[in-house]
Nanobody
Framework: QVQLAESGGGLVQAGGSLRLSCAASGNIFSVNDMGWYRQAPANQRELVAAVSSGGSTKYADSVKGRFTISRDNPKNTVYLQMDSLKPEDTALYYC???????????????WGQGTQVTVSS
């Protein structure tokens, strides 16, 4: 079984920073794409940032220039550095990972349970 352990959420003032971490553990052959999604009350879950196993990144327009996604492949960990936080960034943030469990190319999708980020105005 694969688990994604998230940490780093909390309460911060507007303009402040937080760093989210997500570590994948369990019966893992390889971790491929990883990303962060968020969902605010009454909103759809949206992609915030994603990073491939090779390091290619993409960001939502709303966070571009403020957030940075990175990963530590030996630790199967992905990070989201969030700077210049705004109240509209308030949401439950979910980690997502595509994982291979054996030598076959089939990938399984795993989600973390979410970590709350609250930005006060």
């Amino acid at each position: 079984q694969v688990q994604l352990a998230e940490s780093g959420g909390g309460l911060v003032q507007a303009g402040g920073s937080l760093r989210l971490s997500c570590a994948a553990s369990g019966n893992i052959f390889s971790v491929n794409d990883m990303g962060w999604y968020r969902q605010a009350p009454a909103n759809q879950r949206e992609l915030v940032a994603a990073v491939s196993s090779g390091g290619s990144t993409k960001y939502a327009d709303s966070v571009k220039g403020r957030f940075t996604i990175s990963r530590d492949n030996p630790k199967n960990t992905v990070y989201l550095q969030m700077d210049s936080l705004k109240p509209e960034d308030t949401a439950l943030y979910y980690c997502r990972a595509e994982v291979q469990l054996d030598q076959r190319r089939y990938q399984y999708q795993y989600w973390g349970q979410g970590t709350q980020v609250t930005v006060s105005s």
